[in-house]
């Protein structure tokens, strides 16, 4: 079993940046595919990232590519989420989860944190 905590969130001005980081427990992490998703008020949850267990494949949505990038380290059991040139549409609560497949699919994730509020104002 993989617990999930995340941190990082907070307020930002549209065009700034902030570091999202995901603490794990346990010594299977690295067994675990992790990813980020995202849920805005009144809407579905949202896929935003995506890194494979050793950190050798990323991948994600046309939304975030090129401003967002998910990175992890094994020994640390961490994965975090630089997040650039940050929008007002990126305000959401933002969670991170645990997968044993390689997957995009919020259903295919069998562990999640408790979510870190990202606030972008104009």
């Known amino acids: 079993q993989v617990q999930l905590g995340e941190s990082g969130g907070g307020l930002v001005q549209a065009g700034g940046s902030l570091r999202l980081s995901c603490a794990a427990s346990?010594?299977?992490?690295?067994?675990?595919?992790m990813g980020w998703f995202r849920q805005a008020p009144g809407k579905e949850r949202e896929f935003v990232a995506a890194?494979?267990?050793?950190?050798?494949?990323?991948y994600y949505p046309d939304s975030v590519k090129a401003r967002f990038t998910i990175s992890r380290d094994n020994a640390k059991n961490t994965v975090s989420l630089q997040m650039n040139s940050l929008k007002v549409e990126d305000t959401a609560v933002y969670y991170c989860?645990?997968?044993?497949?390689?997957?995009?699919?919020?259903?295919?994730?069998?562990?999640w944190g408790q979510g870190t509020q990202v606030t972008v104002s104009s």
């Open positions: 989860a645990a997968a044993q497949r390689w997957t995009y699919r919020s259903g295919n994730y069998e562990y």
């Open positions: 346990g010594r299977t992490f690295s067994t675990y595919n």
């Open positions: 890194i494979s267990r050793t950190g050798g494949i990323t």
